[in-house]
């Protein structure tokens, strides 16, 4: 089993800054955020693959949003700058792992944590 823990989130201004962190557990092939707002479907935001690493991002945050890990650690952060109410929600980290959970596939949430946006 692996476990992710999330934290970073709070309230901000227009135009203000947070970063997310998430920590596996376990290690991991790559890490994805998701966003979800109220009444809303399940955004995928950015990823990154351990190995290279390498980096994407959805066109909504991109230039905004910068995904980054430190291996040492099995911690990945998501720094949001410029941040906009649009981008208010729930935030879960995604891992890809090499570890078999319940449902016979790889990969694990995180609890989410939540971003507000607000003037």
């Known amino acids: 089993q692996v476990q992710l823990v999330e934290s970073g989130g709070g309230l901000v201004q227009p135009g203000g800054s947070l970063r997310l962190s998430c920590v596996a557990s376990e290690f991991v092939y790559s890490v994805s955020w998701y966003r979800q707002a109220p009444g809303k479907e399940r955004e995928w935001v950015t990823t990154i693959t351990t190995s290279g690493p390498s980096t994407n991002y959805a066109d909504s945050v991109k230039g905004r949003f910068t995904i980054s890990q430190d291996s040492a650690k099995r911690t990945f952060y998501l720094q949001m700058n410029n941040l906009k109410p649009e981008d208010t929600g729930v935030y879960y980290c995604?891992?890809?792992?090499?570890?078999?959970?319940?449902?016979?596939?790889?990969?694990?949430w995180g609890q989410g944590t939540q971003v507000t946006v607000s003037s």
């Open positions: 995604n891992a890809d792992s090499g570890i078999e959970n319940d449902k016979g596939g790889y990969d694990y």
